[in-house]
């Protein structure tokens, strides 16, 4: 009778952990049921992701190193329920991710628009971003929603070209001049009125009196300096020439001649005169019917003078005493043109 009872007993308890299990499957499916797996699709939880469209902007496509950039995060909801967003970086294929610092939202209310603030990696390069919009307070029903890149590029290496001019003309462009590597850059030189350009140096070398200058695939540092000097004065001097009774002198009165200029003079008697003699700055050159004053320098005088040519016993001069052509030293003959 003992052992009738055990075995009763016994499974009285078997039937109660059997219906126990059946009850505990029952519940967890309609559990399961009720609240499908954060890592799935679970249309109807309240941590599920944003099912609308998704975009994510940044305000530039190339930052500089390290600079700061913001992104325009927008997401559409089909369901209402608190929203934010994560950011990782990614590999081009978009396959490996690595978490930023930068996320916002689960905060209990309902928002469809973020701006991300993001800094831009300091090295030169490519870089990718995934952008996930999310749906609930654990954000366990995240998924991609958009992507996203930048290229921070290398930085601009530029070099300095310093030009200078000194007093009488001018360089263009003057000062301390940027040029990025690899570029040209030229430098027009001019003079200023009454200057000339003397020489051009170009990091200290002489190359000539050049009005303009090309540097070519600069990659370092210049210096271009160019100089001028005042042109040589030219001035005028005047020889006043005249004539006595008798004659005439051509050309005649204040006759102006160039610097280092030369100008001839001829004497012609009147009818019945002859020529007496020619004064130079007060000195006779002789009875000579043209005169040549050559490298004038300075003022200058010439006199003709003339007389009757019965005025005198002519024995040993005859008719006409004319001792041809001399000039400002003294010799006789034609002075060559110059």
Known sequence: MRMAMRKRYTGAVLLFFVAALALGVSL??????????????????????????VTAVPSTTTP??????????????????????????????????????VSAGET????????????????PGTYYYNVWCVKGPTSAGMAQSARYSITVPAPTVSYTITASAGTGGSIDPS???????????SFAISADAGYHIVDVTVDGSSVGA????????????HTIVASF??????GSYTITA????GGSIDPSGAVSVTERGK????????????????????????????????????????VASFERRNARHDKHHGDDHDHGERNQHGSRGHVPES
């Open 64 to 101: 500089a190193a390290g600079a700061g950039y913001s992104v325009a995060i927008t997401i559409g909801l089909t369901a209402p329920g608190d929203t934010g967003y994560h950011i990782a970086q990614t590999d081009a294929a978009g396959t490996t991710n690595t978490w930023t610092t």
């Open 28 to 53: 967890a499916t309609k559990d399961a049921e009720a609240h499908p797996s954060k890592t799935t699709d679970c249309s109807g939880c309240h941590d599920q992701a944003p099912q609308g469209p």
């Open 210 to 221: 050049v009005s303009s200058y090309p540097f070519t695939n600069v990659t370092a540092n």
């Open 242 to 245: 005249s004539a006595g009774t």
């Open 175 to 185: 000062g301390a001049v940027s040029v990025t590597s690899g570029a040209d850059q």
């Open 229 to 234: 000097a005042a042109d040589a004065t030219t």
């Open 263 to 302: 100008q001839k003079f001829k004497i012609t008697p009147a009818s019945g005169y002859r020529i007496a003699n020619v004064l130079v700055d007060g000195r006779s050159v002789g009875a000579v019917s043209k005169y040549t004053f050559s490298n004038v320098t300075s003022d200058h005088t010439i």
């Open 108 to 123: 209990g209310t309902e928002q469809t628009s973020w701006t991300a603030s993001m800094t831009a990696p300091t090295a």
